[in-house]
């Protein structure tokens, strides 16, 4: 996690970097892929319309281990007709350490997504290009500015 001393700030010789919060990536996965192309082999005279969605949630696993799903869908139209729909929950286990736990949802809302991200999109350019589209390529995400927005509307 950034912002926090490494070892030898202030002079504990590293006593401080082992109570430092840490969040480690244990694994990651794709948990559900979807890909509809229903006008395939059809290409449009004119670029579909395309919206992206995204979301994320996170589950406790332990007292140690959360999982975060970041959830993606993909649409498309042309001429009010669908033209591909792709859904993609790709996931990830963490485990946070000497992490408060006021900044815990903080850490895996905002961290854990930005880890999870380019794997995520690589996998949706990869399918919509193995599916006869031009790959889409997803501009990066502020996961914070999400967190932040999410918050102010609770």
């Given at each position: ?5 490494g ?23 794709t ?41 993606m ?82």
């Amino acid at each position: 996690m950034s912002g926090i001393p490494g070892p030898g700030v202030g002079g504990n010789n590293g006593a401080d970097a082992a109570l430092s919060p840490k969040m480690v990536v244990v694994s990651q996965y794709t948990k559900d892929l979807s890909f509809e192309n229903p006008a395939a082999p059809a290409s449009p005279t004119a670029a579909p319309k395309v919206d992206l969605s995204v979301d994320l949630q996170t589950r406790q696993l332990n007292e140690d281990f959360d999982e975060v799903d970041l959830r993606m869908r993909v649409t498309a139209t042309h001429e009010d007709k669908p033209f591909f729909l792709l859904e993609l929950v790709y996931s990830g286990v963490f485990r946070i350490q000497n992490c408060p736990e006021d900044m815990r949802r903080i850490v895996l809302m905002t961290e854990a997504p930005r880890y999870l991200f380019p794997f995520a999109r690589r996998i949706i350019s990869d399918v919509m290009r193995d599916g006869g589209m031009r790959p889409f390529l997803i501009d990066p995400i502020d996961f914070a500015s999400l967190y932040r927005e999410q918050v102010a509307g609770a």
